[in-house]
């Protein structure tokens, strides 16, 4: 490279670079590619790319990154004038992928997070699936699960509930924290159901993540009261004690139902618990062939697997 191909190249990584000291990243919670690619959409702007820039419309997907991410937003920019600076100015502090549906009233993602799951225990059966839907309130955000989560024992036992809300709070300023609060109704089809309060926690609040519930029989009479909290432990008292108020935890006839297991000393990548860790167990599962399913799903392999 030399002469004024070199010189354009070099002008266009200046370009490149300066763009990262002026733009926003919202905080750094923009996605790496979306920042890199306002950088080279000035590089598209100023038409410094060069003959191997990306092509209109080549690539698989906005957010893939490089070129193409920087040509989808020449498209954004042609649907509305100004667009990449608006959404610049938008990530000053945050970052959403709803600020495309609010300067373009289109979003980008096609790909709702839809998360599932089924897993398998002695005698038990677990399966979900759910959607979620976010409100960005600015300094927080806040996700309300859609779906329902069945629980199914091997007699016949079937409960199914779903989610509370999940606040996520201080997203700018101050310390991070998470809140769940709500009211989930575990749905029995036998002798029992449940309904729960998490309560939300207020900003004077000294005991915060608390949860009280009850447990109904068929016939909707109490049959035993339950209290603790999200992060720490549920216990349940026999009958119906839910007028006594606040001295639950006092209650010596309390017994423990569920406590949090300590978090491991090296936690994993993604903080999974044991118990999440030991539901991949394939094991069990390995079919005739020697394959295990999730290989199976992942299509023809060879026998060395
Ligand atoms: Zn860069």
């Not at 839809?114 to 398998?120: K, L, N, P, S």
């Not at 998470?178 to 729960?196: E, V």
């Not at 207020?202 to 035993?224: C, E």
């Not at 001295?247 to 017994?255: Q, T």
Request: hydrophobic share 35%; with cysteine.
């Amino acid at each position: 490279m030399q002469g004024d191909e070199l010189r354009t190249a070099f002008t266009a990584l200046m370009y490149h670079e300066m763009t990262h000291v002026f733009q926003w990243s919202g905080n750094f919670t923009a996605p790496g590619p979306l920042t890199e690619e306002i950088a080279d959409y000035m590089v598209l702007r100023a038409k410094l790319n060069g003959a191997g820039f990306a092509l209109p419309g080549q690539g698989d997907r906005w957010d893939e990154g490089y070129e193409v991410t920087a040509r989808f937003l020449e498209y954004c920019d042609s649907l509305m004038t100004g667009f990449t600076a608006a959404l610049n100015n938008k990530m000053r502090y945050a970052y959403s992928e709803d600020y495309f549906v609010q300067l373009l009233g289109k979003p980008v993602s096609h790909h709702p997070m839809i998360v599932a799951c089924h897993c398998e225990g002695t005698g038990w059966r677990f399966w979900g699936d759910n959607n979620l839907r976010s409100k960005f309130w600015g300094r927080s955000i806040q996700l309300d699960p859609v779906g329902v989560l069945t629980l199914e024992f091997d007699d016949g036992e079937v409960l199914q509930w779903s989610k509370v809300t999940t606040s996520i709070y201080n997203l700018i300023l101050g310390k991070l924290y998470c809140d769940h609060y709500g009211t989930m109704r575990i749905q029995g089809n036998c002798k029992y159901s449940c309904k729960l309060k998490f309560k939300e926690q207020s900003i004077i609040d000294r005991n915060p993540h608390q949860v009280q519930g009850i447990v109904q029989g068929s016939n909707g009479k109490t049959l035993a009261t339950l209290f603790g909290k999200w992060d720490e432990s549920m216990h349940y008292v026999t009958g119906d004690c839910s007028r006594k108020g606040k001295g639950f935890e006092s209650l010596s006839d309390a017994h423990l139902l569920w406590k949090r297991s300590k978090p491991p000393q090296f936690p994993t990548r993604y903080n999974l618990s044991r118990f999440a860790i030991t539901l991949n167990e394939l094991k069990n599962y390995i079919c005739k062939q020697g394959h295990s399913p999730l290989i199976l799903l992942m299509g023809p392999c060879n026998n060395t697997l």
